[in-house]
């Protein structure tokens, strides 16, 4: 016979209507298992019709608290059951309400925690515990207590479902959590609805400043993953990556289908400057002493930060030498304190530095430590491990060197990718045969008459406005613009359908062709056409300006050498000169 609700009266009763499947949490740029994520699941909807409901019963009878740890317990036991790599991490996410009750709630409760951690053979370094919103006002009193107790004992800190309340700004900065998780509300079409995207996009900057990593929470479509990949998200979770783990022999150590793409040689020469550039500072743990602290400190004269790591080699933060000094010069030896205690911990002088990842273009970081206060640099890591310090000086070098190097690619006139990057990136698709490619060639038709009667200053005018229509039309995730120069242009496109493709390119056909009216004179505008001589030197009508697009659409499969794939381009480029419509596609398959 089945429990009523009236019968959820104990601690134990209630976590008897609880199971928890684990979700996997994956790095977002090479598809490795970072974590799981607990997923409460109700046996009993009958009984009680949500775990908030249930949570809510232990909350109003006094006995939250030891649910808390029963349902921790349970989790800990199934995640046991999976087969892991060394240092993965759980989530779990606690209802904290009963933490600001007593005056030091956190000392209890994380003894219990950190004991259920031990008997199940972990460490607390791989255990992250999540708070949200949704209690936040009933447990302002105590949280920060509770929260620096869970990080003396070494448990990583999270905020989940992050904007999905007021006051999350408030909760960042109060929790300087580890992990700071998106709401799903926000990643919903995050690549195609601009507002979310730069909601997103500033979260993400502003938790890396801060030091926290990013977890892109219920990502279900691989055009958001895309996004939340380029904005900087560190971390996915949702229906595209795996749904919650049903058996333990299920489990994937990786997804191959979330494995960033080989990078590009442009990517390939701005990684190696940033790898050239890493400095190898010496780290400490976090649980290390002033004592070993200070050794370090005198034997290395060179740098004047310590980056502070976890167990797992993971960044912590920097203990900064100016910190140190305030420490050792205006409070160590008062009456109150006459002796530098070397057996103290750390952490107190632990501050966050802005982190990224090693793979990360160079815009971000700078991005990232431009958002950021007192910071000499960047701590980068690999696969979240820390990988060296990347200073300001270099940093600055870094961008210097790439906008040179950009400059040396741009046209002169439009400020677009120049020839040089468009052979680059055609020589590119020609070899990635990983996934469907578009390359498209567009330029003006009747463009000579129009420069020679109205002169070059306003043809450079109909070149600068298609460049400005083409950046509008051409943009986002899987995006490529360029200007070979003159009236010839190129765009490219990766992981699109082909009639997506043909839809954006006839929009800016058809908002250039508007657009261009306005530069003729009032009388060829009502006519239509205008009379000038053509190459041969005979005078005849030429139609007002528009552009010819031809579409080459590569299968996944296909590769090509990059002479055969040009002289295909440059084909088709006549077909649609001579087309009734300007437009020309075909499709090559492998």
């Known amino acids: 016979m089945g429990i009523s609700a009236t019968e959820l009266q104990s601690a134990e009763a209630c976590c008897n209507q609880v199971d928890f499947l684990l979700q996997p949490v994956a790095d977002i740029g090479t598809g490795v298992v970072y974590g799981y994520d607990a997923q409460p699941q109700i046996v009993d909807s009958s009984v009680v019709e949500s775990f908030e409901s249930l949570t809510e019963v232990a909350f109003n009878a006094g006995f939250l608290p030891e649910l808390n740890i029963r349902l921790f317990e349970k989790v800990l036991a199934n995640f046991k059951k999976l087969r892991i790599a060394q240092g993965t991490k759980l989530f779990f996410k606690l209802d904290g309400r009963d933490l600001g009750h007593q005056r030091r709630p956190g000392a209890t409760f994380t003894s219990s925690f950190t004991s259920k951690v031990t008997d199940a053979g972990l460490q607390t370094h791989q255990i992250c515990i999540a708070f949200s919103e949704r209690h936040r006002q009933a447990v302002a009193d105590g949280i920060e207590h509770a929260i620096d107790d869970l990080r003396d004992s070494g448990f990583m800190i999270a905020l989940v479902e992050f904007g999905q309340a007021s006051s999350e700004l408030r909760m960042l900065h109060d929790l300087s959590p580890d992990y700071v998780k998106i709401d799903r509300f926000f990643l919903a079409n995050v690549d195609s609805d601009p507002r979310r995207k730069l909601f997103v996009t500033t979260v993400a900057n502003l938790a890396h400043v801060l030091g ?30 795996a749904g919650p783990i049903s058996r333990p022999s299920s489990v994937k150590l990786f997804y191959e289908h979330l494995r960033r793409p080989e990078a590009g040689l442009k990517k390939r020469t701005e990684q190696d400057r940033i790898r050239s550039e890493l ?38 933060g920097f203990v900064h030498e100016r910190d ?50 007192n910071s000499d640099g960047i701590i980068l890591t690999e696969n979240f491990h820390y990988a060296g310090f990347l200073s300001a000086t270099s940093l600055l070098k870094i961008i210097h060197e790439k906008r040179l ?70 943009s986002g995730t899987g995006t490529f613009h360029g200007h070979v120069g003159g009236d010839d242009f190129f765009a490219g496109f990766q992981q699109m359908d082909q009639t997506d493709v043909a839809a954006r390119l006839l929009a800016l056909k058809r908002a250039f062709r508007d657009d261009v009216e306005s530069f003729y004179d009032p009388v060829h505008r009502e006519q239509g056409f205008m009379e000038a001589q053509d190459r041969f030197g005979t005078t005849r009508q030429f139609p007002l300006l528009q552009c010819s697009i031809s579409i080459l659409s590569l299968s996944r499969g296909l590769t090509m050498h990059p002479d055969a794939l040009n002289d295909e381009i440059s084909n088709l480029k006549l077909e649609a000169k001579r087309s009734d419509d300007g437009i020309v596609v075909r499709s090559l398959a492998a």
Do not use: W
């Open 324 to 373: 140190l000094k305030k420490y050792l010069y205006s409070g160590a030896h008062t009456d109150e304190k006459p002796n530098l205690d070397l057996n103290a911990p750390i952490r107190p002088f632990v501050r966050a530095c802005p982190i990224a990842d090693i793979n990360s273009n160079a815009d971000m970081l700078l991005v990232t430590f431009a958002s950021s206060i």
């Open 405 to 474: 190097q950009e400059a040396q690619d741009q046209n002169p006139l439009t400020r677009l990718p120049g020839n040089s990057a468009v052979t680059r990136y055609i020589a590119e698709a020609a070899r990635k045969g990983n996934q469907e490619r578009h390359l498209c060639y567009l330029d003006f038709d009747n463009f000579k008459p129009f420069n020679d009667t109205y002169g070059y200053k306003q043809g450079d005018r109909a070149i600068i406005l298609f460049s400005e229509l083409l950046q509008r039309h051409v």
């Open 212 to 241: 926290a990593r990013v977890i892109a929470q219920g990502t279900e479509t691989e055009r958001e993953f895309k996004a939340c990949r380029d904005i900087g998200c560190d971390l996915v979770q949702g229906a595209f990556v």
């Open 279 to 316: 400095i190898q500072l010496p780290t400490i743990n976090l649980h290390a002493s002033m004592g070993e602290l200070l050794d370090m400190v005198v034997s290395n004269q060179e740098g004047n930060a310590i980056p502070v790591v976890d167990d797992n080699q993971e960044p912590r």
